[in-house]
């Protein structure tokens, strides 16, 4: 049950971080989102796609804007 709390807190940080208007174009960068929970970057990729984030083409940044 811990890890499910903790997760939660994860993935809403998560969604914070990308929806943040500062972010360049909307992008983060793996390494920013991995920092900014505190996990790994198997864990955090993990979470990334379980709330709906999309990876950019050719590049380690992740997104919540559509297609």
Do not use: V
């Not at 920092?35 to 790994?40: L, Q, Y």
């Not at 198997?42 to 559509?66: C, D, H, M, V």
């Amino acid at each position: 049950m811990l890890t499910a709390l903790r997760e939660w807190n994860q993935k809403r940080t998560l969604r914070a971080m990308l929806r943040d208007p500062r972010s360049t174009r909307g992008y983060r960068s793996t390494g920013q989102l991995e920092k900014g929970i505190g996990s790994d970057r198997f864990t955090t990729e993990r979470l990334l796609r379980s709330i709906g984030a999309r990876k950019a083409e050719g590049a380690e940044e992740w997104t919540l804007n559509p297609l």
